[in-house]
């Protein structure tokens, strides 16, 4: 189902929630998630936190301990130069894959999000930042056509949502990611998939130098 121009609802569910204080910051690596804390502080019963745990869990971004309980995985610069190194093998395909299949409505979906992360970056609020760059990202994954693709990559990039932060960019380095943004929101309304493919591996390269990543053989 192809997106609307207009914004979608945020996903407002404890999960949703809950992964989006641990990438922003506001949970900490290495905090422990307290069930009973946590269902007071979002508001909901210690049953739906627990599913969003076993989420979490599945997903890499919570470890969770039959006797110590549950607790934000921390990632090592080797862990995330990692990260980095995957997905510049394999996002820049689905972007490839993803730019002749955009509908209309994609596309200005793409440009609405990228004028509000310019708006977000000059405001300084990077938590927006990344939330709306995780959609940005998520929708060349979505309209990649090949859904085993879809399905290894989401799981990649979930965790690195999570260890990818503008708040380590210099000013310079978050406007050249800007400037990728907008250079691939022209490659997709141009429908030039090959475009796409080359701005998407120099934006990502850009970005785990840009977080202080080394590359994973140096």
């Known amino acids: 189902m ?22 922003s910051g506001d949970v900490a690596p290495g905090s422990w998630l307290r069930e009973a804390a946590l269902a007071e502080r979002l508001g909901v019963s210690r049953t739906p936190v627990r599913e969003a745990l076993n989420r979490l869990a599945a997903e890499g971004i919570v470890e969770i301990s039959k006797n110590k309980g549950a607790q934000v ?12 190194d995957v997905r510049a093998g394999f996002e820049p395909h689905a972007a490839l894959l ?4 955009l509908s209309d409505d994609d596309v200005d ?28 990202h998520g929708l060349f994954v979505e309209r990649c056509g090949n859904r085993h693709f879809e399905v290894a990559l989401q799981t990649l990039m979930r965790p690195a949502v999570v260890a990818h932060t503008f708040g380590k ?50």
Do not use: C, K, Q
């Open 109 to 136: 979906r793409l440009e609405e999000l990228n004028a509000a992360m310019e708006a977000a970056a000059a405001e300084g609020d990077l938590r927006t930042l990344g939330t709306l760059n995780s959609e940005f």
């Open 2 to 23: 192809d997106h609307s121009p207009a914004a979608e609802p945020a996903d407002d569910s404890p999960y949703a929630r809950l992964r989006g204080l641990i990438a």
């Open 98 to 101: 993803a730019v002749p299949r």
């Open 169 to 218: 960019y210099s000013p310079e380095a978050l406007r050249r990611s800007m400037l990728h943004h907008a250079e691939l929101v022209a490659a997709a309304r141009a429908r030039d998939g090959e475009w796409a493919e080359a701005v998407m591996r120099t934006h990502i390269l850009a970005a785990r130098n840009a977080a202080g990543a080394r590359p994973s053989g140096g």
């Open 73 to 84: 995985v921390s990632f090592t610069p080797e862990d995330v130069a990692g990260l980095y």
